[in-house]
């Protein structure tokens, strides 16, 4: 089992810069991803990673402006966000799954272990 904690969160304004980052209790070895849920809003994917750093696949509305990475020996990801716009206010969710080395998931029902999350507000 593994916790997560997220953090890096806070009041930017449109055009700014956050990077939030997701520290694991113990060994990662998982893939991981960052969802991201607006109010009255499902939860949606944002980003996701492989194990092993070489694979990530973004939401459409993040790609070119995010950018998941992680460093296992700090048994920790990061989502490096530019250029933020309103609509991205959420909470950010870090999440991880037991995968193989190159797999990346995407589907939040995949995922086994959840962050308590973190808020992003971007103001116009």
């Known amino acids: 089992q593994v916790q997560l904690v997220e953090s890096g969160g806070g009041l930017v304004q449109a055009g700014d810069s956050l990077r939030l980052s997701c520290a694991a209790s113990?060994?990662?070895?998982?893939?991981m991803g960052w969802f991201r849920q607006a109010p009255g809003k499902e939860r949606e994917f944002a980003a996701a990673i492989s194990s092993g750093g070489r694979e990530a696949v973004y939401q459409p509305s993040v790609q070119g402006r995010f950018t998941i990475s992680r460093d296992n020996t700090k048994n920790t990801v990061y989502l490096q966000m530019n250029s933020l716009e309103p609509e991205d206010t959420a909470v950010y969710y870090c999440?991880?799954?037991?995968?193989?080395?190159?797999?990346?998931?995407?589907?939040?029902?995949?995922?086994?272990?959840w962050g308590q999350g973190t808020q992003v507000t971007v103001s116009s």
């Open positions: 113990n060994r990662f070895n998982y893939a």
């Open positions: 999440a991880a799954a037991r995968r193989l080395l190159n797999v990346v998931v995407t589907t939040l029902g995949e995922y086994e272990y």
